[in-house]
């Protein structure tokens, strides 16, 4: 991909993304019946371009996704894009599953984060 092309995509999500909140899961403790607490912090309004993941990926993904998973895709900037955080999209959390760097000659533009509905 070219830098032309990269700059492109980061423009779509920029004028045309939808916003997301980021959960970011910073520390998670078990009381001593096996209750989880967790402690978060929250980034809204996060602009992001958001898919749908065809019936085919889904049936190639080796039992990572389901049917209700989705791919986000965010600008390079971000650091709060890690597995274990989630994105909370039209009052549906999403965990992140995976994360995929998108380089456009040698430098990273885009991240790609597979999401499972909760």
Same mark, same amino acid.
């Given at each position: 991909?070219? *830098? *032309?092309?990269?700059? *492109?995509?980061?423009?779509? /999500?920029?004028? *045309?993304?939808?916003?997301? &909140?980021?959960? #970011?899961?910073?520390?998670?403790?078990?009381?001593?019946?096996?209750?989880?607490?967790?402690? #978060? #912090?929250?980034? &809204?309004?996060? !602009?992001?371009?958001?898919?749908?993941?065809?019936?085919?990926? /889904? !049936?190639?993904?080796?039992?990572?996704?389901?049917?209700?998973? +989705? %791919?986000?895709?965010? +600008?390079?900037?971000?650091?709060?894009?890690?597995?274990?955080? %989630? /994105?909370?999209?039209?009052?549906? #959390?999403?965990?992140?599953?995976?994360?995929? +760097?998108?380089?456009?000659?040698?430098?990273?533009?885009?991240?790609?984060?597979?999401?499972? +509905?909760?």
């Amino acid at each position: 991909m070219t *830098l *032309l092309d990269a700059q *492109l995509f980061i423009n779509t /999500i920029d004028e *045309l993304g939808d916003s997301v &909140t980021v959960r #970011t899961v910073s520390d998670t403790t078990y009381s001593d019946y096996g209750d989880a607490t967790e402690s #978060t #912090t929250d980034s &809204t309004s996060v !602009k992001c371009v958001i898919n749908d993941f065809t019936n085919d990926e /889904i !049936k190639e993904s080796e039992g990572i996704l389901r049917q209700d998973s +989705k %791919r986000f895709y965010f +600008k390079s900037d971000r650091t709060d894009i890690n597995e274990g955080n %989630r /994105i909370i999209f039209d009052s549906i #959390t999403y965990e992140i599953v995976r994360v995929l +760097k998108g380089q456009a000659q040698g430098s990273a533009f885009i991240i790609e984060a597979w999401g499972n +509905k909760t």
